[in-house]
């Protein structure tokens, strides 16, 4: 499994667009990129995923560059309710056996 | 939004004892995990379970840990003899086959060992 490094931790203002850039320099051609979202004492939601260049759903963007090492959740306009871990995994993309493996993921916090 | 739903939200149990949570996973999904996550770590995954069986299990998923789907709704998580270490959040996902990438998660099961 590719391992990631995302920052522990981010502070931004309410309103900010806000980017979290993770590493996956061991990305194997069949890994996709995926971003989970935890608020505390919930489980894991579902943000975005994607394989290459760019996706964009309702909630974020996801932007992978060509080399696919690193990919960026971008949360546009943020409010203190998307004060939660944000986590990046990379996991090949087959059917079932989706065992997904959290890192420690990025602590964002929204501020006032 | 369908949802995956958790029993009991908070169990307090002794040292010893026997422990089911259960889980009921999203109507169409044909995949089940259980995953936990002790206070302040991350998120673990403990095993996962299709067609009637185990697909794969970590090693924490050792031979005090079972798992069921008893009725074709519910899918159970049963830790035989309870340990303190075994305190923690348990939270069941399940995934559909289509989009496989997306699991999805219910509210948990905080365990509590005393």
């Known amino acids: 499994l590719a391992k990631t490094t995302q920052p522990i931790s981010m502070d931004s203002y309410e309103g900010q667009e806000v980017n979290i850039t993770c590493s996956h320099n061991n990305i194997a051609t069949n890994d996709y990129i995926t971003w989970y979202q935890q608020f505390p004492s919930q489980g894991p939601r579902f943000i975005i995923q994607g394989y290459k260049t760019k996706v964009t759903n309702e909630v974020a963007s996801l932007f992978i560059p060509a080399d696919r090492k690193s990919s960026t959740l971008s949360l546009p306009r943020v409010s203190l309710s998307d004060t939660a871990v944000y986590y990046c995994?990379?996991?090949?993309?087959?059917?079932?056996?989706?065992?997904?493996?959290f890192g420690t993921g990025t602590r964002l916090t929204v501020i006032p | 939004e369908p949802e995956v739903t958790q029993t009991p939200s908070h169990q307090v149990t002794q040292m010893g004892q026997e422990v089911i949570l259960r889980c009921v996973p999203i109507?169409?999904?044909?995949?089940f995990y259980w995953y936990r996550q002790i206070l302040g770590q991350k998120v673990e995954f403990l095993v996962s379970f299709y067609n009637n069986e185990i697909s794969e299990k970590s090693e924490i998923f050792d031979d005090q840990f079972s798992v069921e789907r008893p009725d074709g709704s519910n899918f159970t998580l049963k830790i035989r003899s309870t340990k303190l270490e075994d305190s923690a959040m348990y939270f069941c996902?399940?995934?559909?086959?289509?989009?496989?990438?997306?699991?999805?998660f219910g509210e948990g099961s905080r365990l509590t060992v005393l």
């Open positions: 109507s169409n999904h044909l995949y």
């Open positions: 995994l990379v996991d090949p993309y087959q059917t079932g056996a989706n065992n997904l493996f």
């Open positions: 996902a399940s995934s559909g086959l289509v989009n496989s990438g997306e699991l999805f």
